[in-house]
């Protein structure tokens, strides 16, 4: 099978440099002082006893193609915050996953929640375009960026008002992780297979620092996952498409906090 993150990095490494000739950094960072306060994923996740769920809007992915081809932000993003979500994702790759950093400037109006920005971060000039675009927390992903390279983002995103979500899938990956650090992430999901199994959550849990917020993300297709990874330890959970393969997304985001929220019988 065919490596696809490297796929993807190569295309990103052509689509930021496209990004910075179209609109110089200088125009962008002219806007941060003018910019109203963040808000806290870190917080809204720990507001959430029962495990916090970021819900993911997304339209397709690498490895099962389109989910929800015609999905609207106007219509997702609202139904999300109404079904109790802790905080919104929004995947901004437009080739591999259907989105567009344009889809955080159309939610931000529509919902009080932290918004993620969720995308294959590789360049500081994506963490003040996901800041000016309303974003309030970045991905940075310990399997497309060396240990420095984690380091360095990190400390720009909190310079420029963004939490930091780290995601690793593997113990070796945890030597990215700094004190700029707000959420720490375990993908279920291997990124050069796109094979998934949420005992690597399980796995990883004892050697997660304990200073930052873990989260579980992939592969959480029934609340009972979920369920077994709340008493595990982990605080919340980052789920797409089990809500996105639905008719109605926020329905489908109820009725797993419903029945994550029961207690086990």
Not at 73 to 89: H, Q, R, T
Request: with cysteine.
């Amino acid at each position: 099978m065919s490596d696809i993150l490297k796929q993807i990095i190569l295309h990103k490494r052509e689509e930021v440099e496209a990004a910075k000739a179209k609109r110089p950094l200088s125009d962008i960072m002219a806007l941060l002082p003018d910019l109203p306060p963040t808000r806290s994923l870190k917080a809204s996740l720990l507001n959430h006893p029962e495990g916090g769920i970021i819900s993911e809007f997304k339209r397709r992915s690498p490895s099962k193609g389109w989910i929800k081809q015609d999905a609207r932000v106007e219509d997702v993003i609202p139904a999300y915050e109404k079904a109790g979500a802790a905080a919104l994702s929004i995947l901004t790759d437009q080739k591999f996953f259907g989105g567009d950093l344009n889809d955080i400037l159309v939610a931000r109006p529509l919902s009080s929640l932290p918004i993620l920005r969720k995308d294959f971060v590789i360049d500081a000039y994506q963490l003040f375009e996901a800041r000016a675009a309303g974003a309030d927390a970045c991905l940075l992903i310990a399997s497309v960026l060396d240990a420095a390279a984690c380091h360095h983002l990190a400390a720009v995103a909190h310079d420029v008002g963004l939490e930091v979500l780290l995601e690793i899938h593997e113990e070796k990956e945890l030597e990215a992780y700094s004190p700029y650090v707000d959420i720490i992430g375990v993908n279920n999901r291997n990124l050069h297979l796109f094979q998934t199994d949420p005992g690597q959550s399980v796995k990883l849990f004892p050697l997660l620092p304990k200073e930052a917020v873990p989260i579980s993300e992939s592969g959480l297709l029934k609340p009972s996952i979920a369920a077994h990874l709340s008493s595990v330890g982990y605080k919340g959970f980052l789920i797409g498409e089990a809500f996105m393969k639905e008719a109605q997304p926020g329905e489908a985001l109820a009725l797993y906090r419903q029945e994550l929220q029961q207690p086990e019988r």
